[in-house]
């Protein structure tokens, strides 16, 4: 006997390629979340009133250093008790969710303070309303420089999905691992998984790693741009 | 005032679980870190079947998901005659897939030591395992100790993985806890979570501190 | 005065010994770019000679063949008559391996322009390391010699200071110290002050020389500085386009340079 058996690989394929819709699906929607909760978090982070920081900087670092699997089992099992009842999907793309929000919102906490001090006072001196200061002039700036790391941890939720399995979403290794136990054979569908995200993240990663090399270099063609200015300058 | 007096009683089964979460991560650390080195030196080796073996094995780890590797070796290798107690799986799957995460910290920091390290080395004659040795592994050691900090956080929060192919962590206790105490279900999660926090928490002030560190040192 | 007497006697060496360093028909290429052509070059026992040339002519590059941290293209370079990048197998020459290059290397010391000092050492564990682990002295006699050339280069005093603590001029010393004592034939010295403050350059130079006073060390001294080289050096070695130009006694070059590019190269460097 063959360990590798062609004939059932054609006949799981196909039923584990359907479920990847569901773990692509759950990666979009947990990672809008996530984007969106953590522009939230870093604007409330700059905030003068000092409790709100310390809860988020607190609440922050407990999320971040707790297992996303508990968070999930949380989300899942917990707050059905205070009346909040969620489907498995919902419940998860919450709990990947909240947990990336925080990553998130160091990157752009990173992004906001790359802006130089001056992109404030100007966005003052013109008059901005404290929302246009954040939409029109801050965060058009603080944002592009921060996609590559963003698109990492895109990446890394995405292949943080197979833990909604264990809270009975029925995405690629939950199918997997239905159909191994229906048929005892457990080597094929597991490989199937592991080589759909392999395809996946794999070419996103150097997609990724592409679109940084060339902001970087966009940014040393701004900086030499403007140092050339400067060398300029004392002799005019 | 009965659920506090029940409440107690279970904190000695999370305690047992939090034991074999610590071992697990004892383990998973201790090969991931050895892992780290062999395959991020390896990656940088002059012989390219051994860049390209380390290559290989870094992108499979990075690109696949942990619990699907878990699961692969937990399930899948038996068919092959290796019989993995839940525990070994646990640990040679945690080690290779934060170990492929690790590798990259080691490398990156041996390339940020400066050319001139390198040529000072060889103008003292000293042989490539003692440049490595003596001149560049030791800078380079700082340069990784925050990401192995990080990869460490990390690394505990993955152990949680292991209560998924029935090892009794701690996140399998209080699974189990709750299954025959489902009133006591916010309670048991928080004394969960609280717990994997403070696992955590003497990584995290490293790490904090050592970032600190860095940034004053480069003002 | 002892630069003189010194000279004189690297004179007479020359007639008699046969060169210690020779480079036949050396050169170096960085991929389409030729750095050095056809170089014949050599260096007696004991020789001091210096390399001046515009930027980008190839002196580091020279150097650098030396030490084996760059490749010649083609051509062959040996010490004391072996080739230093080839190994003979057969009559042929053939590529030489890491444990040729470990033992052809002990021959040669060098100071680099940016002095490369080992941040993670003190200052005297810099001036030991290589003495325990490459020669294989041990640890007392090692710190013991150490201590002597630190005194010699002025800093005797700050053996248990880390590079960071100390000026640059200060650094270049204890640079210089390391190399010295692994006790090389030939010291290469890239550039050793080009990147101090310049009230600090004296002080360096100050060493270099005494120990080009001392004698039996050949060195190849690459350098803008003048006056040092015309102090210090037996011969001076005039590079530019990858080749060398025009050689000879400091006062042959300096004050009777024959070729056009030599005559206008000093006078950019008088201004
Ligand atoms: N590793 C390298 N790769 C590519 N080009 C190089 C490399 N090293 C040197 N070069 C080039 O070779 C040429 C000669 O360099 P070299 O450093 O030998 O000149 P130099 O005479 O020492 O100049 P300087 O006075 O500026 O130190 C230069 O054009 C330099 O750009
Ligand atoms: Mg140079």
Same mark, same amino acid.
């Given at each position: 006997m063959t360990i590798w058996s062609w004939d059932y690989t054609f006949e799981v394929f196909p039923v584990i390629f359907k479920a990847m819709w569901i773990t692509l699906s759950a990666t979009i929607v947990a990672f809008a979340l996530a984007m969106v909760l953590g522009i939230i978090l870093a604007v409330l982070r700059r905030s003068s009133f000092k409790p709100l920081v310390w809860t988020i900087i607190g609440l922050s670092e407990f999320i971040r250093a707790t297992p996303p699997l508990v968070q999930l089992f949380f989300v899942f099992y917990d707050l059905p008790f205070f009346g909040i009842s969620l489907s498995p999907f919902v419940a998860g793309v919450i709990g990947l969710g909240v947990h990336y929000s925080t990553y998130c919102a160091e990157i752009y906490r990173s992004g906001i303070e790359s802006v130089p001090r001056g992109q404030w006072e100007a966005a003052t001196a013109l008059n901005f309303s404290r929302t246009q200061r954040w939409t029109k002039v801050i965060l058009p700036q603080a944002i592009p420089p921060i996609i590559p790391m963003l698109g990492n941890y895109l990446i890394s939720m995405f292949k943080d999905t197979p833990l909604l399995s264990a809270i009975t979403v029925v995405e690629m290794l939950q199918t997997a691992k239905i159909a191994g136990s229906a048929s005892f054979r457990y080597l094929e569908p597991f490989t199937i998984v592991g080589f759909l995200f392999l395809v996946l993240s794999y070419p996103s990663a150097l997609l990724i790693k592409q679109l940084e090399v060339h902001l970087n270099r966009r940014k040393k063609e701004n900086k030499a741009k403007k140092s050339k200015v400067k060398d300029v300058a004392p002799s005019c | 005032m009965i659920s506090i007096n029940t409440y107690l009683e279970l904190i000695p089964s999370l305690l047992d679980g939090a034991k074999v979460t610590i071992q697990v991560l004892l383990w998973s650390l201790i090969f991931t870190f050895i892992i780290a080195f062999i395959a991020g030196l390896g990656k940088l080796s002059k012989w390219m079947v051994i860049r390209g073996i380390s290559t290989v094995y870094i992108e499979i780890f990075r690109g696949t998901s942990l619990l699907v590797q878990l699961f692969w070796i937990y399930f899948v290798l038996p068919l092959f005659g290796m019989e993995l107690s839940a525990m070994t799986a646990g640990v040679i799957a945690m080690s290779l897939c934060y170990g492929a995460y690790a590798s990259e910290i080691v490398r990156g920091a041996i390339l940020s030591i400066p050319k001139g390290q390198y040529e000072a080395a060889i103008a003292l004659n000293m042989t490539p395992f003692q440049r490595m040795k003596n001149i560049i592994l030791p800078q380079a050691f700082k340069i990784m100790l925050p990401g192995f900090g990080n990869i460490s956080i990390e690394l505990i929060k993955g152990t949680a993985l292991v209560s998924l192919i029935t090892l009794s962590d701690l996140t399998y206790q209080a699974l189990t806890l709750r299954n025959t105490h489902v009133g006591l279900t916010t309670e048991i999660f928080l004394s969960l979570l609280i717990l994997y926090f403070f696992i955590a928490l003497p990584l995290i002030l490293f790490v904090r501190w050592m970032e600190r560190r860095v940034q004053v040192g480069r003002a | 005065m002892l630069t003189t007497m010194s000279k004189e006697i690297t004179e007479k060496r020359i007639q008699t010994e046969k060169p210690f360093v020779v480079y036949k028909k050396v050169s170096k290429s960085f991929g389409d770019l030729k750095v050095l052509r056809e170089i014949d070059f050599s260096v007696y026992p004991g020789e001091k000679v210096a390399i001046i040339g515009p $930027? *980008? @002519?190839g002196k580091t590059t020279l150097i650098r063949l030396l030490m084996t941290l760059e490749e010649p293209t083609s051509g062959v370079i040996e010490i004391d008559g072996v080739p230093l990048w080839h190994k003979e197998v057969k009559g042929k020459l053939i590529k030489a391996d890491e444990k040729h290059l470990h033992k052809m290397r002990g021959q040669i010391g060098m100071v680099f322009q940016q002095f490369n000092l080992f941040p993670h050492m003190t200052v005297l564990r810099n001036c030991t390391e290589a003495q325990v682990?490459? +020669? *294989?002295?041990n640890r007392k006699d090692a710190e013991d010699r150490a201590k002597e050339m630190l005194e010699k280069v002025g %800093? *005797?005093?700050? %053996?248990?200071?880390?590079? $960071?603590? +100390? @000026?640059g001029g200060q650094q270049q010393r204890v640079a210089i110290a390391r190399a010295l004592v692994m006790r090389p034939k030939v010291m290469l010295f890239d550039e050793p002050t080009s990147a101090l403050d310049p009230e600090l350059v004296g002080e360096v130079l100050d060493v270099i020389r005494e120990i080009a006073a001392e004698g039996d060390m050949a060195m190849i001294l690459v350098t803008h500085e003048m006056e040092f080289a015309k102090d210090v050096a037996d011969r001076i070695v005039f590079t530019d386009g990858g080749k060398i130009i025009e050689e000879g006694s400091p006062k042959e070059v300096f004050e009777n340079p024959k070729s056009e590019r030599l005559q206008s190269f000093l006078r950019r460097m008088r201004k």
């Open positions: - | - | $930027s *980008g @002519s682990k490459v +020669l *294989g002295v %800093l *005797g005093t700050k %053996l248990d200071n880390y590079p $960071s603590q +100390l @000026s």
